[in-house]
C-alpha cells in the first residue's frame, strides 16, 4: 500500500510523494487520515529554518522532514493483539500529514466524540499546548490578561482565559482580521499595533498598573523585552510562542523593579501519562477541549480561513509564507485523495 506524505526535502521545498506503508504488526493500527491542521508557526519556522545553530529546532528539523502533527482519521485496521481502538473508529494523534500512517497501540490516541467534527478534532494538538500555557499561568477569577500575537495560539488564550472568568482580555495585533476574530471569541478590548505601541494604551485600560498576565505568543524575540512592560507589578509574563532565536531575547529592568515572574510553556511539560501529582497529561487536556467544544464553550470551526487538497501542499505553505496575514486555520482535507 502507498500512502501520499507531505515532506519538506529541504529548506523551503515542500513535496508530496507517495510512501510505502509498513506492513501493520500485531500491536499496531492503521490510521486513514480524514483531515490534518497545519500549525502555522512551527511548521513556518521548520520549513525555512528560521532558527539558530545549535537550538533544539536545529536538533529536531533533519530533511527529509515529515511535517505536522495534528492528525484525524478514520480506524481502517488493527493488528491482532490491539484492543484499545477498533476498526471504524474517529481518533486524533499527534503525527504528520499522511494519507495512511501505522499507529502503535501505546501511542496516545484521542477519541473523538460524535458531536465534534473532524475539522474541528484537529486543533487537539495546538490547544492542549495553549492549555498548558494557560494551567502554568495559575490564573485567578478576575484576572486582567493581554495576548500579544493572535494567530492559532493566540486564538485559543483569548477563549481559555475568557473561560477562566478574566476580567479583562486586551488582544494585541497588527492585523485586523486577526483582531476580530479574537473579539468573537472573547477578547473584550482589540488594540491594532505592534507591541512597542501598546504599553501606554494597555496602562490606561488597567488603571496605570499593567495587566495580571501576558502572553506572548508571537514567536518574535524582539516582542519579549516589550511584554515585560505591559505586566504589573509581581505580574506573570508567559512565553507561549517559541521563537527560533532565543539568544535574541532580553530582559529588561522591568523584572526585578516589579518583581515578575517569567513562565516558560512548552509542549513537552505535561507528563504523558496522568498521575494522581500531575493529572493533566497531553490526553486529559485533549478530552476537556473535546467537552468545550461539545458544548459550545469554544469554538474553532469559524477559524478555519482554508482549506487544501494535500497535493496542493506546494500552494498552501507558498501562501502562509507570502500572504499570512490572511490565514488562520489551514486545513488538508485527505477524503479528496480518496
Not at 478534532?121 to 485567578?140: E, M, P, S
Request: charged share 20%; hydrophobic share 40%; net charge negative.
Amino acid at each position: 500500500m502507498q500512502s501520499q506524505n507531505i515532506v519538506f526535502t529541504g529548506k523551503n521545498q515542500v513535496e508530496v510523494y507517495d510512501e510505502v506503508v509498513p506492513e501493520l504488526g500485531p500491536d499496531e493500527f492503521l490510521l486513514r487520515a480524514t483531515k490534518s491542521l497545519i500549525s502555522t508557526g512551527t511548521e513556518g519556522i521548520c520549513l525555512g529554518r528560521l532558527f539558530d545553530p545549535g537550538t533544539h529546532w536545529d536538533q529536531w528539523v533533519k530533511y527529509p522532514f515529515h511535517t505536522g502533527y495534528s492528525l484525524v482519521g478514520q480506524v481502517a485496521a488493527v493488528g491482532r493483539d490491539v484492543r484499545r481502538v477498533h476498526e471504524g473508529d474517529r481518533v486524533a494523534i499527534r503525527q504528520s500529514h499522511n494519507q495512511y500512517k501505522v499507529v502503535p497501540a501505546h501511542e496516545p490516541v484521542y477519541r473523538i466524540p460524535d458531536a465534534v467534527s473532524d475539522e474541528d478534532a484537529t486543533w487537539f494538538h495546538l490547544a492542549t499546548i495553549v492549555q498548558n500555557g494557560v494551567r502554568r499561568a495559575q490564573h485567578q477569577l478576575g484576572d486582567t490578561v493581554a495576548v500579544i500575537g493572535l494567530g492559532l495560539l493566540g486564538q485559543l488564550v483569548v477563549q481559555y482565559t475568557r473561560l477562566l472568568g478574566a476580567q479583562q482580555v486586551i488582544a494585541i495585533d497588527v492585523a485586523e482580521k486577526r483582531l476580530e476574530m479574537a473579539r468573537s471569541h472573547g477578547a473584550t478590548t482589540i488594540l491594532k499595533m505592534g507591541a512597542d505601541e501598546a504599553r501606554e494604551h494597555v496602562l490606561a485600560l488597567t488603571e496605570g498598573q499593567g495587566v495580571n498576565v501576558v502572553y506572548d505568543v508571537t514567536g518574535a524575540a524582539p516582542v519579549f523585552p516589550l511584554a515585560l512592560g505591559l505586566a504589573r507589578p509581581l505580574g506573570r509574563v508567559v512565553l507561549l510562542g517559541d521563537t527560533g532565536t532565543p539568544a535574541a531575547q532580553q530582559l529588561t529592568g522591568d523584572v526585578i523593579r516589579n518583581g515578575l515572574t517569567i513562565v516558560g510553556a512548552h509542549d513537552g511539560n505535561p507528563p504523558a501519562t496522568s498521575t494522581n501529582h500531575a493529572y493533566w497529561s497531553h490526553l486529559r487536556m485533549g478530552e476537556l477541549f473535546f467537552d468545550y467544544v461539545e458544548r459550545g464553550d469554544m469554538r474553532v470551526n469559524d477559524l478555519v480561513t482554508h482549506r487544501y487538497a494535500p497535493s496542493d501542499a506546494v500552494e498552501a505553505y507558498r501562501m502562509l509564507h507570502e500572504e499570512r496575514a490572511t490565514a488562520m486555520g489551514v486545513i488538508f482535507d485527505w477524503t479528496r485523495l480518496q
